[in-house]
């Protein structure tokens, strides 16, 4: 019960706030922040080791490999939607803070709030590894619905949360899951895909 309302109140809760309107969806990386420091918060507050969250350095070499492939078969996908789509570079994106530095600190706090955090705890209240993941996809995509295209791109987020989860959840590893993230995001949003915020 107290998994179920933690999932509730720190993932259930802020999505129907920011679709109602309550929250203003252009808050929606202030709502990440607040919720990453809670379950922060959670973390030490439950005495979690650092281990059972990802961060290790004792499974780096393997768990390296199958973060990188992973990566670089959605990479490829990311590259044939590009083509499908004509999508171009998006104008003095070497300016925008998101190149700069963003894109980091938001695929790090979603990494270890999907995975460190949120994998766990679904795995503890569903007792299936299958559902827990298909549950926390279907959160990732539901967070980007901020997005004007997000309709268009539902499917393939579905598909990339799924399998962040799933590689995460046999090669447990925060680092490599977070560059797999930041390397996807930065390009993503640099050919213009889940970058601008619906009206």
Known sequence: MKELIILLILFILPILLIYLNIIPKEYYLIVLGIVVIFAIALTIYQHIPLKDLGIRADNLKQTFLPHLVFTLVVLVILLILVKYNGASVIKNWQTDRHFQYMFLIISFAQAFVFLSFLMPRLNSLTNSLLLSLIINA??????????????????????????????????????????????????????????????
């Open 138 to 199: 279907l959160i990732f995509t539901a967070i980007h619905f901020v997005y004007a295209d997000f309709y268009h791109e539902a499917g393939i987020l579905f598909l990339v949360g799924f399998g962040f989860a799933a590689v995460y959840a046999y090669y447990p590893n925060l680092l490599w899951a977070g560059i797999s993230h930041a390397v996807l995001n930065f390009v993503t949003v640099l050919f213009g895909f889940l970058s601008n915020i619906r009206s």
